[in-house]
């Protein structure tokens, strides 16, 4: 009986594994549409009241994003602890969970997350563009689209991104698909898995250490209607 309460509870705990990955997943995207609304309000009028508000929903997404990211490491830690326990009943799974997330830093301040930073910077370069004017706007469109440009393609495919994620550590971007596909042969072959930007002084890179870049995305896609309209 008890090798089948453990599996039970094992597969209770990748089920709820699974739904806080979509979820994560679903909160991805709200992050991604609120960024690009307000870039896309950035642009158009500049009301800052507006954008103030747009930051607030970026604000509270990236913090449920990071209860959703703490709550699903410390399912994954109570699973690992109580696959390999002596003695499993079920309810021991809930009490591994409930000492994990004891541990877990409740302090956290969105607007100092990574993600907020980058999209804070574009904005306030978008507000310098449209109050810039003649030929000194032009030139600071030119500046801010030359730095653009440099991190929209990623260094394993050389190609524009679709979905990038950026190394928290190191801050370089790369495409999903292409990292996590290096990061899996590099831990087959036993190799360190180098951050593949030339130049980076990065070694060891975990899938953890990744995370999606909303504002990123948002240049990259209209890189992209710049090229088909062009």
């Known amino acids: 009986m008890a090798p089948r309460r453990a599996t039970a509870a094992q597969r209770m705990a990748e089920s709820a594994a699974a739904s806080l990955r979509e979820t994560r997943g679903l909160v991805d995207h709200g992050v991604e549409r609120a960024v690009a609304?307000?870039?896309?309000?950035?642009?158009?009028s500049g009301d800052g009241a507006v954008i103030e508000q747009i930051q607030d929903t970026l604000c509270q997404l990236i913090t449920v994003d990071?209860?959703?990211?703490?709550?699903?490491s410390a399912v994954n830690d109570a699973k690992q602890q109580h696959?390999?326990?002596?003695?499993?009943?079920?309810?021991d799974l809930s009490k591994l969970l409930a000492a994990r997330m004891?541990?877990?830093d409740s302090t956290f301040e969105p607007r100092q997350d990574q993600r907020f930073l980058n999209f804070q910077?574009?904005?306030t370069d978008i507000q310098q563009?449209?109050?810039?004017?003649?030929?000194?706007?032009?030139?600071?469109e030119d500046v801010v689209f030359s730095q653009a440009q440099q991190t929209l393609t990623c260094p394993l495919t050389t190609v524009l991104m679709r979905r990038p994620m950026r190394n928290k550590k190191c801050q370089h971007s790369y495409e999903e698909s292409a990292i996590m596909e290096f990061i899996h042969k590099q831990r087959q072959k036993k190799r360190p898995i180098k951050c593949p930007v030339v130049g980076c002084d990065n070694v060891d890179i975990h899938k953890e250490d990744l995370e999606f870049d909303p504002v990123l995305f948002c240049k990259i896609e209209s890189r992209r209607r710049e090229e088909t309209s062009s």
């Open 66 to 72: 990071k209860h959703l990211n703490s709550f699903l």
């Open 129 to 140: 563009q449209v109050e810039g004017n003649g030929a000194e706007g032009e030139m600071q």
């Open 37 to 44: 609304l307000a870039l896309d309000m950035a642009k158009l």
């Open 102 to 104: 004891e541990t877990t």
């Open 83 to 91: 696959e390999q326990a002596t003695s499993d009943p079920v309810e």
């Open 121 to 123: 910077r574009h904005i």
